[in-house]
């Protein structure tokens, strides 16, 4: 007959363990909420350190408790196209382009994608080094039949584009700086539906990582509330309905890469940039 002392000393166990189970999954909530990241990295964050999408948006551990488990995949039909023949690019460089582009000027560029096409413009001036390798990145076919990654539809809201291995780990070869991280646009710590911003591997915490964005991008459908670490650098001017109908597809959970993929299909067939 087991004891009253044991059995008081089995029950503070399991409560110990119940306690440390939901401060564990509040950690994992609290560093999904606050980073855009470019690929999954196999690093252990402190607690508070911030991972929720560019280097560390972790779908496939996105919840943490029973309430807040991840939802089934949506049996709603792909509401996207079939891809354009074609393989996606391989290239790398061992350096940042050249700059070429004109901070005085205009430029659009114009995701085509399975699911439609979406539009934006670029802000040259304010953002430079961005601008110049999106560009540059663009006319050399790198984008053309990658797949977008990921798709994060729970407490920020964005699709993720840019990386041709469509694991959230490729990169160009090379590193751009940060740029217009003060846009006024940005206030209290959110990116306003509509923008465009680079994903990178900052971990919120260690300014080594910062001036670590590379090919991988954000569209963002729907206020998001992020501090200010990524370059926002366009605005969609056009395909906001693209977006909202990826969305609305949901995602799902990828093991194989720590993603959360969109259940649509979603593939940038072509991307083009021009001046204006």
Not at 212 to 221: A, C, E, H, P, R
């Amino acid at each position: 007959m087991v004891s009253k002392d044991r059995r008081r000393r089995e029950l503070a166990r399991q409560k110990y363990a119940r306690q440390q189970q939901r401060r564990d999954a509040s950690v994992r909530r609290s560093k999904r909420r606050n980073v855009i990241v470019a690929g999954v990295v196999a690093v252990a964050l402190a607690a508070g350190a911030a991972a929720y999408a560019s280097v560390t948006l972790l779908g496939g551990d996105r919840k943490g408790t029973t309430d807040d488990a991840a939802p089934a995949p949506s049996a709603t039909a792909d509401p996207c196209g079939r891809p354009a023949p074609g393989s996606p690019s391989k290239k790398t460089w061992s350096k940042e382009p050249a700059m070429t582009v004109d901070t005085s000027a205009s430029y659009t560029a114009e995701l085509a994608t399975t699911c439609g096409r979406i539009t934006f413009t670029m802000d040259a001036a304010e953002a430079p080094h961005t601008v110049n390798s999106f560009a540059f990145l663009a006319g050399q076919g790198y984008f053309a039949h990658s797949r977008c990654h990921r798709l994060v539809d729970q407490r920020i809201y964005v699709l993720q584009c840019g990386d041709p291995k469509g694991t959230g780990e490729g990169t160009p070869g090379y590193t751009i700086p940060d740029e217009n991280l003060k846009d006024p646009r940005l206030k209290g710590d959110v990116y306003p539906a509509g923008t465009v911003a680079m994903a990178n591997r900052y971990d919120g915490a260690d300014p080594k990582t910062r001036n670590s964005g590379g090919s991988q991008f954000f569209l963002v459908y729907q206020d998001s509330p992020l501090p200010p670490n990524y370059t926002p650098f366009g605005r969609i001017t056009g395909g906001m309905d693209v977006l909202k109908k990826i969305a609305a597809a949901g995602s799902r959970p990828d093991p194989a890469t720590g993603n959360t993929a969109p259940n649509a299909t979603v593939v940038l067939n072509e991307a083009v940039v021009r001046k204006s």
